[in-house]
């Protein structure tokens, strides 16, 4: 279910229910000290199974949000669950079903992966230190990392430093990853591991919720999305549905400009435009080798035909009648 939210009207609760999310939010708000309210009551659903992309520019308060999840900063007003359990009470319990990067862990350069990992699980009190070398073991070969185990950090490429920080968040069985803006600082290959990591984690049955200010990245990668814009929400749902909104066209390039939108005409589309040496039509249902084979038929000099589907962004103009104006 999508919805779209006017960033001055109060945000109406989403539809899906509670059993099948991992993530609930209702009216979660944060107020800081001076008063600056950096998130405005949030309503989120986060089915399980999805890769739930939490886009929205920087300062707009994806990690403020975050953190009020994971309990590292409490809200002002608001509830929320995790896996179905209600929060703050309920996270002794289900922080060890949740995987998350936040503030990435620092790593030791001298050190090896493997001997970074054992120092994290080390720390952590809820780790039992008897399964360590098993579940160490399975969280570098989830990231792709076995084979680099015993190199020292300060060897890795960008790409794998960050997996090495997901696997850091991977120490234990997870249902939930939280990975605020993972792949923030690296470069384009690292950028591609990290995302095919995403994937590979998601596609094990994992839910992943992750942060990013870049909509070309959440579109490459997630089933759902939400957008934030100064600490309010303006839409969420599954990208197919923002998708399925979305009016495709075609656009033909030919010196017979009016020729071809009196053949577009004739074959009943809608939004007909013609000049400056092309013209164009939305597709509809029509297939575009029959819009073609029409043209040709017709005796319309065809030089090129492209089917124009609008970005993401495009589509988040047209819900939200405002830019996406973000970085990248
Ligand atoms: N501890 C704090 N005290 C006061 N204001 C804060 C604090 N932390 C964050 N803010 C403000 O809250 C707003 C939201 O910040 P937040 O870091 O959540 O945004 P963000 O979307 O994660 O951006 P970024 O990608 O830059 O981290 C910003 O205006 C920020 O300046």
């Known amino acids: ?30 107020r800081f000290r001076g008063g600056q309210v950096a998130v405005d009551g949030l309503d989120l659903a986060v089915p399980r199974g999805a890769v ?55 790593f030791y350069p001298y050190l090896s992966g493997e001997a970074n990992l054992r120092r994290y699980d080390a720390a952590d009190p809820a780790a039992d230190p008897r399964t360590a070398t098993a579940r160490i073991g399975l969280a570098l070969d989830r990231v792709g990392l076995t084979a680099a185990a015993r190199k020292r950090y300060r060897a890795y490429s960008l790409g794998m430093r960050q997996r090495l920080a997901i696997a850091a968040a991977l120490l234990g069985p997870r249902e939930l990853l939280v990975l605020d803006e993972p792949t923030n600082g690296l470069d384009p290959q690292g950028t591609r591991e990290v995302r095919a990591l995403v994937k590979e984690i998601a596609d094990e049955g994992t839910t992943v919720f992750v942060s990013s200010h870049l909509l070309a990245e959440i579109e490459q990668m997630c089933s759902h999305v939400a957008v934030m814009r100064a600490g309010r929400l303006v839409a969420q749902g599954p990208i197919a549905e923002l998708r399925a909104g979305e009016t495709v066209r075609i ?38 080798e029959r819009v073609c084979a029409a043209l040709v038929a017709g005796g319309v000099a065809v030089r090129g035909l492209a089917v124009q589907r609008p970005s993401l962004e495009d589509v988040f103009v047209g819900l939200t009648g405002e830019g996406f104006d973000v970085d990248g």
Not at 78 to 97: C, I, Q
Not at 278 to 285: H, I
């Open 1 to 30: 279910m999508l919805t779209v939210q006017e960033a001055t009207v109060p945000s109406t609760p989403p539809t899906s229910s509670a059993e099948d999310c991992s993530i609930v939010t209702r009216g979660l708000t944060k």
């Open 251 to 288: 656009r033909v390039e030919t010196p017979d400009t009016a020729e071809a939108a009196a053949v577009l005409a004739a074959l009943g589309l809608r939004g007909v435009r013609s000049g400056d040496g092309e013209a164009g039509a939305e597709l509809g249902e029509e297939a575009p």
């Open 52 to 106: 739930f992309g939490f886009l929205g520019p920087n300062g707009s308060g994806k990690t403020t949000t975050i953190r009020m999840l994971l309990g590292l900063a409490a809200p002002s007003s608001g509830s929320w669950e995790l896996l179905g359990v209600s929060m703050p009470r309920g996270l002794p319990a289900v922080l060890s079903r949740v995987g998350a990067l936040v503030e990435g862990p620092s």
